[in-house]
């Protein structure tokens, strides 16, 4: 039997709330723990989401052990580990998967696995990996839904990125730090979970220079060991609970954040009259009245992340006037609208952009999580709307927000699970 959730909204929000690890870095250190040599590798502040059991799954295939000593803290061990064909169906579950095709390249210069999973957003570009590996050496072969990847030698080389993608910046790194040589990559990503794995890969005995900018150069060495890590905030969790205190907050603080990873959503919820409190690690909202409209362009970071663009169009909703949003990283990342129409919301959808005119008066409806943060702007619709709202689909929820149940519960939320 799969679960729904279901929301009684109209409750208003009070107290503190902690962010977790974050998601889109945690993804990326798990498989690149592997790089390390005979060792064991603690990684602290692991959020309790979805992904991080599908890639749990992935390192058991790979003979990889992984225990958790007390909560949030990973321990992967990869004395024995093999490098085996990944065929299970935890590849296809998240896109993520895609990073032990950089790690187990870079380690045994051969790597076989499933075509990645994970949300559609529309295209998502997955050449710009494989042209980096192809750089560095490799040979890819696609068959029968499975990637080959196999090298003689991974000799590094000058790589630029057609577009600043996350996961191709993360990916080649994995690949290039056991590599012979300097690789450079240029128009490289600079998202902060990018100078997370960095650091990590540094603490390992990696060379890795540059992340944060545009340029990054590694030195490749011959070998990695076992560090303790502590993974950064989830910027995208505190700014989807900040857009949720900006809905509905009488006096609500998020603690456990990097503010200046979220100056792009803070200056725009500000511009539009949110009563927003910054401190050195935690934002305090208070009850927010007579939001005003405001326009929105995605962009790579540090701008406007694509990730809180859903999320904001149901705070939107609310804001007095017509405020535009325009997608310029994943065009077709809309689906949510539908079912904000269905609640009662006012929304045009065009080619790539959205316009949302409101205020509208929300109310209950049954409704999808069309994908991971699509289920987050359903969760902050259901808290705002007259009812209660049904929730389907919500897998993509749990892929990415830990625990959401109870901390939106511990503020004064009414949300439950039940089976359908």
């Known amino acids: 039997m799969k679960e729904i959730i279901k929301i009684e909204g109209g409750h208003r ?23 390390a040599s005979d060792s064991v590798v603690d990684i602290y502040g ?16 790979l003979n990889v052990s992984v225990t958790s000593p007390s909560s949030f803290h990973f321990q992967i061990d990869t004395n024995g580990m093999e490098n085996i064909v990944l065929d299970h169906e935890a590849v ?26 994970g949300c559609y957003l529309g295209p998502r570009p997955f050449d710009l990996h494989l042209k980096g590996f192809e750089a560095l050496g490799a040979a890819i072969t696609y068959s029968e839904g499975f990637y080959e990847i196999k090298a003689d030698r991974l000799l590094g080389a000058k790589i630029y990125l057609d577009f600043q993608s996350v996961g191709a910046t993360i990916n080649i790194m994995l690949a290039a730090v056991l590599a012979e040589g300097k690789t450079i990559i240029e128009n490289a990503a600079k998202e902060p979970e990018i100078i997370d ?15 944060g900018t545009n340029e990054i150069t590694i030195e490749g060495v011959e070998k990695l060991h076992g560090h303790p890590h502590e993974i950064i905030p989830d910027r995208i969790e505190a700014g989807t609970y900040i857009i949720m205190a900006a809905a509905l907050a009488d006096d609500v603080t998020i603690k456990n954040i990097i503010p200046q990873h979220l100056e792009a959503l803070t200056s725009k919820l500000i511009e539009m009259g949110v009563d927003i409190e910054i401190g050195a690690d935690y934002a305090r909202i208070r009850t927010s009245k007579d939001l005003k409209a405001v326009d929105i362009t995605t962009q790579t970071y ?35 609208c539908e079912h904000l129409r269905r609640m009662g919301a006012e929304i045009e959808v065009g080619s790539s952009r959205a316009t949302i005119t409101g205020p509208s008066k929300l109310f209950a409806s049954k409704v999808e999580a069309t994908d991971l943060r699509g289920g987050a702007s359903m969760v902050i619709a259901a808290l705002l709307a007259d009812g209660v709202t049904e929730i389907d689909e919500i897998y993509h929820i749990d892929r990415g927000y830990d625990k959401i149940d109870e901390k939106l519960n511990s503020l004064g939320a009414k949300m439950w699970r039940e089976e359908k």
């Open 46 to 61: 692991v959020p309790d989401i979805s992904d991080v059991e599908s890639l749990s799954t992935l390192l058991e295939e």
């Open 13 to 35: 929000l009070t107290g503190e709330v902690s962010i977790s690890g974050a998601k889109n870095a945690t993804v990326a250190l798990i498989p690149a723990a592997i790089l």
């Open 92 to 117: 296809t579950k998240l896109r993520a998967s895609y990073y032990f095709m950089g790690s187990l390249l870079g380690k045994y210069k051969y790597v076989k696995m499933q075509m990645p999973g």
């Open 197 to 211: 794995v960095a650091n990590f890969l540094n603490n390992m005995g990696a060379n890795v220079r540059g992340a």
């Open 302 to 336: 540090p701008g406007f992340a694509t990730d809180l663009q859903q999320p904001l169009t149901t705070l939107l909703t609310q804001a007095v006037g017509a405020s535009t949003i325009k997608e310029t990283i994943y065009g077709e990342r809309f689906k949510h």
